[in-house]
């Protein structure tokens, strides 16, 4: 095969035998166990795809393994020796070990890629000279068109000086500054530096904010976040739970959803904000500079608050309640008492239930003859005198159609908005 190194002109001192020489021959194995691999992999997909379809687990199954081999067929497809991120050396074991997109081995089970994202290849990101994890060196490839344009050696002890690297401090960072820009994200595997890998590897128990300003590098943490805890997370990944990832835009959702397939991920689900409700299909942008200030505020359910409590207004009239053993009066302290027992927090349409109970218990302790209670209750709450008033009262809402009154009704919007101008 021809060589991994495209190295200018320029940069002729790296291309010594001294240097590069291992590389090349881990290189030429990588090649073979790709191509093999590939082989394996296109025949195992043709038998099960040949296999009778079975049913029920059987067929699921099935399906899932043709799944996770097709997956595993595309990123070899997509990618060559360019797998290979890099490679560190250990402070207590010399034998270079090589950091990968995927993990790959050879046929006699020999580790040639180790995944970026296991526990064992943690320091090839997050070591500093502060803190070296455990390693003497590392090297990091610049590839480009499937071959290596140039690499960075890095040292984090005395004796890392004695093997044959080519120190150049803080070029792969620089470099990733200075390459070209696209219409589609790239990912920064290469050049990840340990403040990034801190947040990237960090625990999945609760949420976690990344701050930063506009091309600080967020989103690009995110999605090898992504990709780094549907390998860990046991929670998540093969024939368990997924990611969703939710962009602002469609625009941006294509921008970015080259990454995670390059990190060895291409399960992950996309969507915009509109995406995730069914109205919005048919959203467009709020031309009403009032509703859009209530709409970008930083307490918008203050307004939504207040418009479902406009239908939450107990009866200050008195009324008859006719039964079959007598007429019992019920009267504005009654429809408040009941009211007051609706508990905080509770949604106003969950709190219908609770509100009726309690006017239909003052209405049975109301009566004095000796009538079986669920007799009495059963006859209250049939009457349509008092469920029509109760209804009026409190009545059961429709959500969409209570925001979608505030928004498009001025007078409603002034009463539980008054601070929107």
């Known amino acids: ?192 530096q340990a403040d990034q890998d801190a947040i990237i590897r960090a625990g999945s128990r609760g949420a976690l904010v990344v701050d930063g300003g506009p091309g600080t590098g967020k989103t690009v943490v995110a999605l090898h976040r992504t990709a780094y805890l549907l390998y860990s997370d046991p929670r998540l990944g093969h024939r368990r739970g997924g990611v969703l990832f939710v962009g602002p835009s469609r625009g941006y959702l294509g921008y970015v959803d080259d990454v995670l397939p390059s990190l060895g991920e291409d399960g992950v689900q996309s969507c915009t904000l509109r995406d995730l409700v069914a109205e919005g299909a048919s959203a467009v942008p709020e031309t009403d500079r009032r509703v859009a200030g209530v709409k970008s505020s930083a307490d918008p359910m203050k307004a939504i608050a207040a418009a479902v409590a406009h239908y939450e207004q107990p009866s200050t009239a008195g009324m008859v309640v006719d039964t079959a053993w007598a007429e019992l009066w019920l009267d504005a302290g009654d429809w408040a008492e009941a009211f007051a027992t609706a508990e905080s927090g509770i949604p106003h349409n969950e709190a219908r239930d609770q509100i009726r109970e309690a006017l239909l218990d003052i209405l049975v302790d109301r009566i004095d003859e000796d009538v079986p209670p669920h007799l009495l209750r059963r006859s209250l709450a049939q009457n349509e005198d008092l469920g029509g008033a109760f209804a009026r009262a409190w009545p059961l809402l429709d959500p969409v159609g209570v925001v979608a009154d505030l928004w498009s009704v001025p007078a409603y919007l002034r009463k539980c908005a008054p601070w929107a101008r």
């Open 1 to 192: 095969m021809n060589s991994a190194f495209n190295l200018p002109e320029r940069l002729a001192a790296k291309n010594a035998a001294e240097l590069i020489g291992d590389d090349e021959n881990h290189f030429v194995a990588i090649a073979e166990s790709l191509e093999q691999s590939a082989v394996e992999l296109s025949d195992r997909l043709d038998v099960l795809r040949r296999a009778p379809g079975g049913a029920g687990q059987e067929a699921l199954e099935r399906d899932l393994e043709i799944h996770r081999l097709s997956a595993r067929l595309r990123i070899l497809s997509r990618f060559g020796l360019d797998l290979c991120l890099g490679r560190m050396v250990g402070a207590d074991d010399l034998e270079p070990v090589y950091v990968g997109r995927i993990g790959l081995t050879d046929g006699d089970g020999h580790r040639l890629l180790l995944d970026w994202r296991s526990p064992a290849a943690e320091p090839f990101f997050g070591a500093t000279h502060g803190n070296p994890m455990g390693l003497a060196s590392r090297r990091r490839y610049r590839w480009a068109h499937g071959r290596i344009s140039d690499y960075w050696d890095e040292v984090f002890a005395a004796d890392g000086l004695e093997g044959n690297v080519a120190l150049d401090d803080q070029s792969a960072f620089i470099a990733s500054l200075g390459s070209s820009r696209s219409t589609r994200m790239r990912d920064v595997l290469g050049t990840i």
